[in-house]
């Protein structure tokens, strides 16, 4: 099968080029001018539209569970492809009493095997640091699962890590190629603020943030830099919120260690004042790390700009408003028994042209890299993110003239809000293309359910760029 892309505009993270893109079966063939049509089979005119690679998100959650509550899964994966994502990498915990590959491979069979619309990879969670897993963390690379991540934060959760499991997963992982990643937030500060918050009578959802102040997630991240020092590994921090954590990061990239970050959608465009909208609407917003005060946002957009965030994700996390998130609401509860999550898969490539791109905060090249190229990287996705020849065709066609808004009415994720409703939108992704097969037309998803594959990736990821064994 040989597909023809005419016409358009070629976005990557270097170039701007008015050319053709030729594919044959799953993969990009040639990418040139006045590419010839003999034997093709199928041709897409792409005038007036950017053609660039799809989208990568390396932060979803299909599969979290918290106190209770389950998000939407890969049921809802289509969300993904409409909003330009070809590739998820989901999150899996490690299942108590299971290893590390073992839990993803149970994961995968039971609830993404034939169901997923996009393709995915895996990072697993680490949950039960005893010495058998810590010894199989350098078998992931040849599994293909080759980052890992840990939770600093919540304490008294099983899935909440101490520094000692943190050292113990960079020493084994780093020889191997393994990427650690983790999210920083101070565990037993929290934990304080939060019972301290709560025995003051301040239990609504705005206290949320009052919870988990900036020094919570800087403090975390200078510890989890210091860490890696010491054991000599990369690292990588998920999520990243603030101006003071922001600060330790740039202070290590500066001294020359491989310290890297990402940052997400919501934490650039949303401010903690939304936690407070009145009838409990400031529920929706409630995620960890929380939402910041408003002045904190431009050094976000700064550091995606210099490259010391080099990834902007969704950290999409599907629970539904009307009950899920009113599990905090009555008496006798509180901003801590709120699922934590905001659903954002299907916006966010939208949400960051329109408030990045088109304000002027990102050029064009940047925003293919922290959306697609960069992820691809960091995750050792070698096949993707690119737009060349031999790479997977995964590819987006990009209106950018088309206005319109955001919210549920149009969303596939399946849950009942969302945090972008009534927004802006400038621009859509028009034409979807999957491994060379067309999933999005028209904006519109066309593809099938259990067309995702699952990619395995590849060990030494981004993070070991300048990594010194």
Known sequence: MKTLIQNGTVLTTENELQCDVLIVDDKIAAVGVGLSKEGVDKI???????????????????????KGSKVRGFETSNAAAVGGTTTVVEFVNQQ???????????????????????????????????????EEIPKLAEAGYPTLKLFLAYKGQFFHADDEAVINALTAGKQAGITIMVHAENADMVDYLTKKLIGEGKTGTYYHAASRPPIVEAEATR????????????????HVTCKEALEEIKAAYQRGLSVYGETCAHYLLFDESVLDLPNFEGAKYVCSPALRPK???????????????????????????????????????????????????????????????????????????????SPAKVNGLTQK????????????????????????????????????????????????????????????????????????????????????A
């Open 295 to 373: 002045e904190h946002q431009q050094y976000l957009w700064e550091a995606i700009d210099k490259g010391w965030l080099n990834a902007v994700s969704s950290d999409h996390c599907g629970f539904d408003f009307a009950y899920q998130k009113h599990l905090g609401y009555g008496e006798g509860k509180s901003f801590a028994d709120i699922p934590n999550g905001a659903p954002s898969v299907q916006n966010r490539i939208h949400a960051l042209w329109t408030y990045g791109v088109c304000t002027g905060k990102l050029s064009k090249q940047r925003f293919v890299d922290v959306i697609s190229t």
């Open 385 to 468: 993110g690119h737009i060349a020849a031999g790479y997977d065709a995964d590819i987006i066609l990009f209106d950018p003239n088309y206005r319109g808004v955001m919210g549920v009415e149009n969303s596939l994720e399946g849950v009942d809000y969302s945090i972008y409703e009534a927004m802006e939108q400038i621009g859509r992704v028009e034409t979807v293309l999957l491994r060379g097969e067309v999933i999005v037309e028209n904006a519109q998803y066309v593809g099938k359910k259990g067309q995702g594959r699952l990619i395995k990736a590849k060990p030494f990821g981004s993070a070991y760029d300048k990594y010194k």
């Open 44 to 66: 897409i005119d792409a005038q007036g539209k950017y053609v660039m690679p799809g989208g990568i998100d390396q932060h979803v959650h299909y599969s979290f569970v918290y």
């Open 96 to 134: 108590q009493g299971k290893g590390l590959i073992e839990s993803i491979e149970a994961y995968k069979s039971s609830d993404v095997d034939g169901i997923a619309m996009v393709d995915y990879a895996f990072h697993v969670v680490m949950t039960d640091p005893r010495p058998e897993v810590i």
């Open 223 to 238: 510890r989890v830099i210091y860490l890696a020092e010491m054991a000599n590994a990369p690292i990588y921090i998920v």
